[in-house]
């Protein structure tokens, strides 16, 4: 799941900065469609991978649980 850095309005660069939150066994990979591009998001073996831009950045890798 991604989260967004916050930023002072919508279009603020920082809000581009995305930290990947990985749940459970990270088995479900994720896709983020925006600006007919897509951003998939993989976690394989405790390491995560981004295929694909939307303008997007995964500046971070957080396993929860």
Do not use: H
């Not at 660069?13 to 479900?28: F, K, M, N, Q």
């Amino acid at each position: 799941m991604p989260w967004a850095d916050a930023g002072l309005f919508a279009a603020a660069p920082e809000t581009r900065r995305i930290t990947a939150r990985v749940y459970g066994d990270g088995s479900l990979p994720f896709a983020f469609a925006a600006d007919n591009e897509t951003l998939r998001l993989n976690w394989s073996q405790g390491q995560g991978s981004a295929e694909g831009t939307n303008g997007y950045e995964v500046y971070a890798w957080q396993k929860i649980g």
